[in-house]
């Protein structure tokens, strides 16, 4: 799993909302890349756990430079959530909550 930085839940403007979970990630090495996320929501606890991953070379002779870097990746969570509901998400070890927003795009009446 990759070390993570910070995490941060972004609304769009739409109708319905849509969630998006920004996620910091470490690269501990030079050698260290961003490999992927994996992302499972448990909605009878109203709970979405994210897993990031990072590759590691495989190669016992490689010498990486020791810098630690980072990488951002904007992961979509959807528009199902029910309004007014409160939501964590949990990337690898780092919690964020959110309530779902309700539309804020009126409606026509006639």
Known sequence: MAPIESVKINVAESDPPQYFLVVVSGLPNWCVE?????LERLDEI???NVQ????VPTDP???CTQIYGMV????PL???F???DEYTVIANDVAETFVAQWSTI?????
């Open 46 to 48: 109203n709970s979405i």
């Open 82 to 84: 029910e309004p007014g």
């Open 34 to 38: 961003f490999d992927n996320y994996y």
């Open 78 to 80: 959807g528009s199902d």
């Open 106 to 110: 009126p409606t026509l009446t006639r």
């Open 61 to 63: 002779n490689l010498v």
């Open 72 to 75: 951002e990746t904007n992961i």
């Open 52 to 55: 990031v991953t990072n590759s």
